[in-house]
């Protein structure tokens, strides 16, 4: 790996860890306190919007990602618990440290990664009666573009939908993909929100891109309209996506490898009179076979093909013994290697195992 690359790697550690994302978050939190308590914002449709959420004990809440950063100050007199879906990167654990200090509890999930639980998590907070926003652009776009997701749990819940946008006047827009509005303090701003969309329960999926298309249609026009009413150029939609940066470390790589070998090798006979002594005094290796985790077994390769099977611990290698054994009855050539990770696993495959395995 090159050295910029691998500096590059140090950094974005550096950056991930707890003291520098609390560190943000607090930044963060000031910034937005500041912006709230000095700015002389405006709220349009609030009445109905809070009445909305009073007499539906709930509601989902909609929003830009660009247009999120002064979500918590839309409703500071909260007539029920307020969560937010938050991305479990790093930038979420941010927004998720200044959600807590606005008393909003986040939901960790994203449109890629632990949607299940997030999914079921939403659904189980607003049949509670809790307001949950969701970021339908996030986390990697296209800007300004709805989720259909929005439809399905409002068609879940029977709970209404109602989008929320902001602008403020000479306002900062960053160049990143989702043109995220900064406000700057002490200068004039606007809240509006669209009136409660609610969705029927078992929709087909025409009727479902129909209700989507509206809310999108009706967001982004109540967005416009905020920012020409401070005077700021139009923020259109976008159908990319923010590509995913790729690696390509080339021949370079090889290079680190065989110094990573090189080390390895002057300081295993260390590590083994060290660290794997004392996992071998915690009953964590096995204290005769421990040179099978280099690859060096006793017994002769058998004749014939010879299959290869890996386990990480006891689940993944019991989950096998089904094939195992199938294999082996198909074809009386054949024989079956298992490795497995932990001693444990090891110990029950060992037992169980067939003939030729």
Known sequence: MPLKVRLKHLLK????????????????????????????????????????????????MVSWHGRALMLPYLN???????????????????????????????????????AVGAALEITEELNKGSLVTLISDGPRGPRMRLNKSVIYFAAKTGKPIIGVTYSSKDAYITKSWDAMLLPKPFKRGVFKCTKPLFIPQNIDDETTEQ???????????????????CGLPPIL??????????????????FFIRIYRVLMTLLFPLIKATYIKKRQKNGKEHPTRFNERLGIY??????GKLFWFHGASVGESVSMLPLINKLLNEDKNLSILVTTGTLTSAEIMEKRLPERA
């Open 13 to 60: 550690a550096i950056g991930r860890s707890e003291f520098i994302l609390r560190l943000i978050a607090n930044i963060g939190y000031i910034y937005t306190w500041i912006v709230g308590k000095t700015g002389k914002f405006e709220f349009q449709g609030m009445d109905e919007f809070v009445q909305a959420v009073k007499e539906n004990n709930g509601a989902i």
């Open 76 to 114: 500071k007199e909260r007539p029920c618990p307020v969560k937010a879906l938050v991305s479990p990167h790093a930038d979420g654990r941010i927004i998720a440290k200044i959600l807590k200090k606005y008393n909003i509890d986040p939901i960790d999930g994203s449109s890629d990664r632990r």
């Open 211 to 229: 209700f989507r298309k509206q809310l999108e249609d009706d967001l982004n026009a109540l967005t416009l309209a905020a920012d020409a009413s």
């Open 237 to 254: 939609p976008m159908d990319n996506i923010k590509p995913r940066k790729q690696r390509n470390w080339g021949a370079k790589n090889y």
């Open 298 to 303: 006793q017994k002769p390769r058998p004749q």
